[in-house]
T-cell receptor, first 115, second 111 residues
Framework: EPEVTQTPSHQVTQMGQEVILRCVPISNHLYFYWYRQILGQKVEFLVSFYNNEISEKSEIFDDQFSVERPDGSNFTLKIRSTKLEDSAMYFC?????????????FGPGTRLTVT | RKEVEQDPGPFNVPEGATVAFNCTYSNSASQSFFWYRQDCRKEPKLLMSVYSSGNEDGRFTAQLNRASQYISLLIRDSKLSDSATYLCVVALGGATNKLIFGTGTLLAVQP
């Protein structure tokens, strides 16, 4: 069964450093997403990406965040200058959305710890 | 009012019990509805989509009431492996179809 994969599984970084989180969505999916979950809180939408551009972003997704799909398979989330409050699980998801199937499938997540 | 509201639980039930979870959502324009399951420190896994006609998948039955903006999930014959957090999720549809999550309901099935 196809699945979303993410690397690394755990990233520890110092405040102010740049991090790049990587995702490989399911191969025939067209819509890609990043969500985050702070420990003990609910899953929150960050950004959606379709046709090589951002289609929607949340208030959390400020100028410190960026996404790209550099090579047609990887989908990356970059945080330019990490803050302590960026510590969270970051989940990538993908969906097909054709034929009105809007189900999103999540990767195993990257645990980001900012010290 | 929260966008998606769930009873956080925990629901402690014995094996074999039937348990029901409820959820309400605030935006009447919501188009798609789902139940996801999340194990501790793992990713949300899609359990089932929810349709107005109701749908069933084995021991799991989901119902949607658009008029009341209410979603339910029924689990029959609970197994130990059903222990997890159950997330009620809605989407507004449109180009992005971003998911809006509830805080989840924790289920603990006891032997």
């Amino acid at each position: 069964e196809p699945e979303v994969t993410q690397t690394p599984s755990h990233q520890v970084t110092q405040m102010g450093q740049e991090v790049i989180l990587r995702c490989v969505p399911i191969s025939n999916h067209l819509y890609f997403y990043w969500y985050r979950q702070i420990l003990g809180q609910k899953v929150e939408f960050l950004v959606s990406f379709y046709n090589n551009e951002i289609s929607e972003k949340s208030e959390i997704f400020d100028d410190q965040f960026s996404v790209e799909r550099p090579d047609g398979s990887n989908f990356t989330l970059k945080i330019r200058s990490t803050k302590l409050e960026d510590s969270a699980m970051y989940f990538c998801a993908s969906s097909d959305n054709r034929f009105e199937t809007y189900e999103q499938y999540f990767g195993p997540g990257t645990r980001l710890t900012v010290t | 009012r929260k966008e998606v509201e769930q009873d956080p639980g925990p629901f402690n039930v014995p094996e074999g019990a039937t348990v029901a979870f409820n959820c309400t959502y605030s935006n009447s324009a919501s188009q798609s509805f789902f139940w996801y399951r999340q194990d501790c420190r793992k990713e949300p896994k899609l359990l089932m989509s929810v349709y107005s006609s109701g749908n069933e998948d084995g021991r799991f039955t989901a119902q949607l009431n658009r008029a009341s903006q209410y979603i339910s999930l029924l689990i029959r014959d609970s197994k130990l492996s059903d222990s997890a957090t159950y997330l009620c999720v809605v989407a507004l549809g449109g180009a992005t179809n971003k998911l809006i999550f509830g805080t989840g309901t924790l289920l603990a099935v006891q032997p």
